[in-house]
């Protein structure tokens, strides 16, 4: 049967609101085992333990993509296979770890098997399930629940609304202590040191910035022409003005400023000092700043260009707007 253009989108729109009533009711329902499971994974991270995370089928690809993202924020992770588990690789448990066990019913048959297991390690649990009164979450130590009033499914079987409720459930677990431990870019970078994300996290200004020809720099006592002369020269669309003697930045002259020196200056304003028509205490960045810090001062500012200084104030190189897209920052 051919499908029709409207009975699709239908269809797709009611399957994403059932989907999003699900995250809906989950946020609605957090609260102290919220709380209580966030606490114990941070004394966890702190003591050097790791978590473990299982699950049998979908809930299985849910707890290996929980176990890469607390990876990726410096909190050491695992999956363990709930098979696997009984013939051998057990021994990756160690007294400390705290498993989270991912089962929407709460009764998977191998998830239940491994419970005793890992108690028998000194492992606390975390039972990552919608039912509260299942097995699992009876034997846990601590109960994250979602809330799933149906699944997408039509047939109410295909797992949909209820491994979107877990997955986000496991991504505001660790994006609060992502928080409370104080990650910054730096140690994002480290732990994403491949593929565009690395590439683009690990970028420095000074990787990016324009230097020596591209860099238009003029003392503040220069006159206008000269310094529409030195952006022209440069191809830039600004030039950075400096202290004359000291050689620190005073101001900066763009495209913009310039237009309207033009309208106001009077018929000489290209004769008089470029001083007169700059930005004074303009935006800047240091050259050992990440790339996205430059993006978030354009973002935050709906600035053109931003001149970069070095520790004695002095500017050492541009980075111009247009750039960024080239380089894949935003």
């Known amino acids: 049967m051919a499908l029709q253009p409207q009975s699709v989108l239908r269809r797709a729109r009611a399957c994403i609101r059932i989907e999003s009533d699900a995250l809906a009711a989950t946020a609605k329902g957090l609260g102290a085992g919220f709380v209580a499971t966030a606490r114990a994974v941070e004394a966890v991270a702190a003591a050097g333990g790791k978590l473990i995370f299982s699950g049998v089928g979908k809930s299985a690809h849910i707890a290996q993509k929980l176990t890469g993202t607390f990876n990726s924020t410096g909190v050491s ?20 770890d705290l498993a989270i066990i991912l089962s929407n019913s709460g009764q998977t048959e191998e998830v239940l098997r491994l419970v005793p297991m890992l108690k028998r390690f000194g492992v606390k649990l975390v039972a990552l399930t919608s039912h509260p009164e299942s097995d699992l979450a009876q034997s846990a130590d601590y109960r994250l629940i979602y809330r799933v009033p149906r699944e997408a499914c039509p047939l109410e079987l295909a797992p949909t609304a209820s491994t979107t409720a877990a997955l986000a459930l496991g991504d505001a677990l660790a994006m609060v202590l992502l928080e409370a431990r104080g990650l910054t870019r730096d140690d994002f970078a ?11 996290l690990l970028l420095r200004v000074r990787d990016i910035m324009r230097t020596g020809d591209r860099l238009p720099v003029l003392p503040d006592t220069a006159s206008t022409q000269d310094a529409i002369l030195a952006m022209t020269k440069a191809k830039s669309g600004s030039i950075a003005l400096v202290h004359a003697k000291k050689g620190r930045l005073t101001g900066i002259l763009t495209d913009g400023d310039f237009r309207r020196s033009a309208l106001n200056g009077g018929p000489d304003f290209l004769a008089q000092p470029v001083a007169r028509f700059m930005t004074r205490s303009p935006k800047v960045i240091r050259e050992d700043a ?28 541009l980075i111009d707007g247009q750039d960024l897209p080239k380089l894949k920052i935003v």
């Open 77 to 96: 992770s695992c999956f363990l296979d709930a098979t696997q588990a009984l013939h051998g690789d057990l021994g990756l448990c160690a007294e400390g």
């Open 190 to 200: 480290r732990y994403h040191p491949a593929g565009n994300l690395g590439r683009v």
């Open 290 to 317: 990440l790339g996205v810090d430059a993006l978030r001062l354009f973002e935050a500012h709906r600035i053109d260009d931003l001149i970069v200084v070095n520790a004695a104030g002095r500017p050492v190189g």
